[in-house]
Structures are given as structure tokens and as C-alpha cells.
């Protein structure tokens, strides 16, 4: 599958497509080594990559984890995204990006001026209500779509059913870390959140039974375009990263030759203690992963040391 052989007119492609395609060779190489022996099951994978991109890369990026944690896919099935094969890990994954809200800036919709003019940028806490309300509609919209669809296929049947989900839901999304996905799911900072309609939308989604059909929720906050960076390692780009880690107590700043960052770093695995079909936590703690989970006494946050929490990457490129 060739992701940038152009598809559509220029004036279609979305603006995230025209910077893969405006970067370094090596960039575009991470994201198609990331998509090697993935199947396009409808024919429309690339030109949707092309027009939508955010939640084509998600699932690239969601798909080359799977394969870094050696754990086929059964690409015989439309859907959901990923039915895993392996016998002692059976589960199915459906992928999915929180995205703004109508007449919300959108997450691209960022000039290195408006950067100048506001160089502190928002708060977290004003940047993690407004991702706990999106990343909410996200995941009640998918458990709608498996309490009406998913369930009553034969190959999701009797199987933990995981979310993957990204946020891309408004500019500067990743100084969030963890607060937007915690609170929907155990409430950690905020009980609730009110729409602009002024209707009130309740979390805690994982705090009692009511979508015990999700087993887990895959979260990254960092799988975006630094992460191509991080990994190509191009020694004629030029730049810089500054990272937040588990366990540091300020921000750390790397030159790009400097930097070192793995595909699964960032990664979190959000377990529901209430689940009807539980996921297991051995093959993610294995690989080092974070998890939040019940181990039948208390409730677990299980972060190792140095994880990344939040990052943020300045890359050039030197013109001609």
C-alpha cells in the first residue's frame, strides 16, 4: 500500500498529509514501515490517509505497536479494526480519535505566530476539560455502536472488546498527559462535564458496570507527528525536544541527535475493573507498558519510571 502516491487534488489533502509531504524522505519511511502487512480491507485506507489523516495515523501507529508486541492481526474480518489472533490473547480493538467539536479551532490549526503571540499557550486544566468532554463523546459513541453492532458478530463474541483512542480534539492537546482520559474513565480530576448545550455529560465511565462491555481503553497522547521524528533520528533535520517523564519534576529539553524514544513509549494501557471479559496485563507489563488496573485489592497505577508523559518537538529542515 502506497500512502503517498497522491490521490487527491492538493486542495483535498488535509493540511497534517501536506506536512508529511513537505518533510524529510525518512519521515514518510517510519509511517510506511509502520503500515508493512497492513491490510486496506475496503480499498480506501490511503485516500483516506490523504484526506483525513488523523485517525489513518492513529491506527498505523496502533497497528505497529501490535506488531512490535508480536500479536497478529486476523485480517479476515471488516471490522472491528483489529481481531487479534493469538490464542492466549484473543481480544478485539477498535480504533478511534477525539476530534473538535463544531466551530472549535481544530488541532492543526496552529501558525508559528500564534505560537509567538501566546508562547505560555493554554492551561492544562482549560486543555483537559476540553479533551475530557470530547474524548467522552468519543468513547460513548463507540459503545454505542457495540452495544447495537459489535456484540452480535460471531468473531467479537465472548472476547474482551478494547477502545484505542487518540486525542486530537483542539490545539496543544498533548500538555493534557493523562488528565482528559482519567477523568472519563475513574474521574480523577472531574465528576462531570457540561456541553455547550449546557447538557451535563457524567464520567467515571470505568467506576461502575455501565459499559462493562469495554474491557480497556489503548490511550497516547504522544503518537503524533514527534513521534516520526523521534524515531527517523534524520541527521539533516534540525531541532529539538522537550519531554515531561514520570518521576522528573521539571521539563527536559534534547537536541534532535540527542533524543531517544521508543514506538511504544507514551503508550497506556486503562483497564475497566468492571469489565465482562477482563484483558490481561501480562504481554503490556512484559514490555514495560503503563497500566492502570485493579489487582483485586486496590487500584493500581502502574507507571514505570522516565515514562513520557508529554512531548513536544521543534523540526527543520535546512532549504536550498
Known amino acids: 500500500m502506497d500512502l503517498f502516491k497522491p490521490l ?21 519511511g517510519v509511517i510506511q514501515t509502520w503500515s508493512e ?22 491506527e498505523l501507529y496502533v497497528f505497529a505497536c501490535l506488531k512490535d508486541l508480536k500479536l497478529p492481526v486476523d485480517f479476515r474480518f471488516a471490522s472491528p ?10 481480544c478485539c480493538i477498535e480504533c478511534v480519535v477525539a476530534e473538535n467539536a463544531r466551530g472549535k479551532q ?23 476539560y476540553e479533551a475530557s468532554l470530547r ?10 455502536h457495540y452495544v447495537s453492532h459489535y456484540r452480535f458478530e460471531d468473531h467479537v463474541v465472548g472476547k474482551p472488546f478494547v477502545l484505542a483512542i487518540a486525542p486530537f480534539e483542539q490545539p496543544h492537546f498533548g500538555i493534557q498527559r493523562l488528565d482528559g482520559i482519567t477523568n472519563v ?11 455547550a448545550s449546557g447538557r451535563t455529560i457524567p464520567l467515571g465511565f470505568f467506576l461502575d458496570d455501565r459499559m462493562a462491555d469495554i474491557s480497556a481503553v489503548i490511550f497516547s497522547n504522544v503518537a503524533t507527528y514527534g513521534k516520526v521524528v523521534a524515531l527517523a533520528k534524520d541527521a539533516n533535520s534540525i531541532g529539538g525536544f522537550f519531554t515531561a517523564r514520570h518521576g522528573h519534576r521539571e521539563l527536559n529539553s534534547y537536541s534532535l541527535e ?8 507514551g503508550l497506556f494501557i486503562l483497564h475497566n475493573p468492571f469489565a465482562r471479559f477482563p484483558l490481561t496485563t501480562d504481554t503490556f507489563r512484559e514490555h514495560g507498558i ?31
Open 8 to 28: 487527491v487534488t492538493e486542495g483535498a489533502q488535509h493540511p497534517n498529509f501536506k506536512r508529511v509531504m513537505q518533510s524529510p524522505e525518512s519521515h514518510r
Open 37 to 58: 502487512n497492513f491490510v486496506d480491507r475496503d480499498g480506501k485506507f490511503a485516500k483516506e490517509f490523504q484526506t483525513r489523516f488523523n485517525s489513518c495515523f492513529w
Open 81 to 90: 479494526d483489529f481481531v487479534l489472533a493469538d490464542t492466549s490473547y484473543r
Open 106 to 128: 481544530a488541532e492543526h490549526d496552529v501558525t508559528l505566530a500564534s505560537r509567538l503571540q501566546n508562547p505560555e499557550g493554554p492551561r492544562r486544566e482549560d486543555v483537559a
Open 135 to 144: 474524548l467522552a463523546n468519543s468513547i460513548a459513541s463507540k459503545h454505542e
Open 185 to 195: 474513565l475513574y474521574a480523577a480530576k472531574l465528576a462531570q462535564v457540561e456541553k
Open 258 to 265: 540527542d533524543y531517544t524514544e521508543t514506538l511504544l513509549d
Open 290 to 320: 503503563a497500566q492502570f488496573f485493579n489487582d483485586g485489592n486496590s487500584f493500581v497505577a502502574d507507571v514505570p519510571h522516565g515514562y513520557l508523559l508529554e512531548r513536544s518537538c521543534m523540526s527543520l529542515q535546512p532549504s536550498d
